[in-house]
């Protein structure tokens, strides 16, 4: 089945850091990505969906210029959080899928901001 | 506003029996359901889904129900084991596209 890799599993930066999380499609071209962010006893909660070779679409209350993301190529999305703050520590879960696989999920990213 | 609900945050079942796992939506417009199955710190296990133009789908022990007009769906576990014991989450989309989460429902099978 189709398989998304999300890198890496778990990352703790201190506070204005940058941290980078990847998402690739190992077996099939993603036409569109999303980002997912999950808080404490709540459901995951949509950030932004990536098209490749375009801006991605940010849902609102998402600060672009922090949760910055970029979808250069068809089996790569990434999602880089920007001058980290203890507020941004939370569970990131990216998504992918193509004309023909609905949505595969990665494993998700803990991070932590110290 | 919750497009999908899951109104029991907790289940507990005896190991053997069936659990049931209950969801609510709002929004007709949804045609592709899925279940999730999450352990602690990792990402959801995709379990199974089910389109619109279905009211079940099957597959080994897992069986969700599609009930449409009571925009109601739900998962049944036959029979319930102990590795089953995780948070299962419901989720609903436009053909495949933004899904819409519900807040999850933690299952405990007890041997």
């Known amino acids: 089945g189709a398989v998304v890799s999300q890198h890496p599993s778990r990352v703790i930066c201190k506070s204005g850091t940058s941290v980078k999380i990847e998402c690739r499609s190992l077996?099939?071209?993603?036409?569109?990505m999303f980002w997912y962010r999950q808080f404490p006893k709540q459901s995951l909660m949509l950030m932004a969906t990536?098209?490749?070779?375009?801006?991605?679409?940010?849902e609102q209350g998402v600060e672009k210029d922090k949760f910055l993301i970029n979808h250069a190529s068809l089996t790569l999305s990434t999602l880089t959080v920007t001058s980290a703050h203890p507020e941004d520590s939370s569970f990131y879960i990216c998504?992918?899928?193509?004309?023909?696989?609905?949505?595969?999920f990665g494993q998700g990213t803990r991070l932590t901001v110290v | 506003d919750q497009q999908v609900k899951q109104n029991s945050p907790s289940l507990s079942v005896q190991e053997g029996r069936i659990s049931i796992l209950n969801c609510d939506y709002t929004?007709?417009?949804?045609?592709?359901f899925l279940w999730y199955k999450k352990y602690p710190a990792e990402g959801p296990t995709f379990l199974i889904s089910i389109s619109s133009i279905k009211d079940k789908n099957e597959d080994g022990r897992f069986t969700v129900f599609l009930n449409k007009s009571a925009k109601h769906l739900s998962l049944h576990i036959v029979p319930s084991q102990p590795g089953d014991s995780a948070v299962y989450f419901c989720a609903a989309s436009f053909t495949g596209n933004q899904f819409y989460f519900g807040t999850g429902t933690s299952l405990t099978v007890i041997p």
């Open positions: 929004n007709s417009m949804f045609d592709y």
């Open positions: 998504s992918a899928r193509s004309q023909t696989v609905k949505a595969f």
């Open positions: 990536s098209n490749e070779g375009s801006k991605a679409t940010y």
């Open positions: 077996d099939f071209q993603a036409t569109t």
